[in-house]
């Protein structure tokens, strides 16, 4: 089953592909940039998308890194996984950081990330004086071993 996302294309996006998936079970769609960006080496810069979204209540969208991008050139999403909440109704923009050694560029059109879409429960904080006992209890980082 697919979800519908209302999309809305900016100005600066026209011509541009919408997000999509790039074979039959991939879980995220791949993004293009909607600029020629070039990236420094430790540079952040939030790459403009030329859409808005409207995300239904009770889901996010999660932008993470491509791997092939990660590993040739260290272009990684410093806010990892990025989020995308359902009611932010401006620019998506995805969030870049060059963590390799050399001047990264991007073009117009270019696939930078993917974004996956994600189901969402909201909590609501309900305030106790002690919490139940676990075999756990307050062991952690690293606790059972390597
Ligand atoms: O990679 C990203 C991350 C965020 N956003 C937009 C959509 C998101 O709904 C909004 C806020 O993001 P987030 O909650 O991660 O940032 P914040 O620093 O908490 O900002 P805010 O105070 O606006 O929530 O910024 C993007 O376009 N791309
Ligand atoms: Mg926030």
Redesign the pocket.
Known sequence: MKIKLEIKRLPHGANLPFPSYASEGAAGMDVVSAEDVILQPMQRY?VK?GFAVAIPNGY?IQ?RARSGLALKHGIA?P?A????????R??????LINLGNEAFEIKRGDRIAQLILASVTQAVFCEVTDLDDTQRGHNGFGSTGI
């Not at 401006?90 to 969030?95: A, D, F, H």
């Open positions: 939030p998308t996010e932008v999403c806010n996984p990025g989020t995308i909440d359902s009611d932010y401006g620019e998506v923009k995805i969030l």
